[in-house]
């Protein structure tokens, strides 16, 4: 069993900081590794960060938040490729990441890089994100659903406006009262 990092045993609040601290540009890493060790002993936490862990946890978050940077690129492409497609397309899309991600959390699993002590936070996340997509499938499907009634009710109300103009217009001219009947089946579309 791999053995759980000092990052992982900090504190929430902690490792927050952490984070943060390696998100500024103006903050080396030395400079991070000193700040949450003065935090810990402030704490009374026995534990100290060795500038290695630091280093080693900053180079994991760079190629993290570079996935992430490169999963957004390729979604808003793919958005914008489908945005004008059926629903059902962005759905396939979606599902085939997620396979993707489950594919690689099984290999990061069997390498090691994910501890028990973590899967099973990590297997909420992709639960969570799984029904969250299926909350969007379903309310996508149903936002096209409501705009082709809109559109069929509009169309309905197109028709019988123009039904009514070609049967005020039709009388006008003296027309017989069967063949107005028959045009304006026609128009509504009614056999």
């Known amino acids: 069993m791999a053995r ?14 952490l984070q943060a601290l390696l998100r500024d ?14 935090i810990l002993e402030a704490e009374g936490h026995d534990e100290r960060l ?18 992430l940077r490169q999963s957004r690129e390729v979604a808003e492409m793919w958005i914008a490729k489908l945005g004008a497609q059926p629903q059902g397309q962005m759905g396939h899309l979606v599902n085939e990441m997620l396979r993707s991600m489950a594919f690689d959390l099984a290999l990061k699993l069997q390498e090691g890089e994910l501890t028990e002590q973590s899967m099973p936070a990590v297997i909420e996340m992709v639960k969570e994100l799984s029904l969250s997509v299926t909350r969007l499938e379903k309310a996508s499907s149903e936002n096209v659903k409501r705009e082709e009634l809109i559109r069929k009710q509009e169309r ?34 009614i056999a």
Do not use: F, H, W
Not at 11 to 17: K, L, M, N, T
Not at 26 to 38: C, D, K, Y
Not at 183 to 188: N, T
């Open 25 to 38: 540009p103006r903050v080396t890493q030395l400079e991070t590794t000193e700040r949450i060790n003065q």
């Open 156 to 189: 309905e109300r197109a028709a019988e406006e123009a039904a009514e103009a070609a049967e005020s217009s039709l009388a006008n001219q003296g027309m017989s009262r069967d063949a107005i009947d028959a045009i304006k089946r026609d128009i509504l579309g």
């Open 50 to 67: 060795s500038k290695s862990a630091v280093n080693r946890y900053a180079v994991r978050m760079n190629e993290v938040g570079e996935k």
């Open 4 to 17: 759980v990092s000092t990052i992982e045993r900090l504190p929430d609040d902690v490792r927050e900081q």
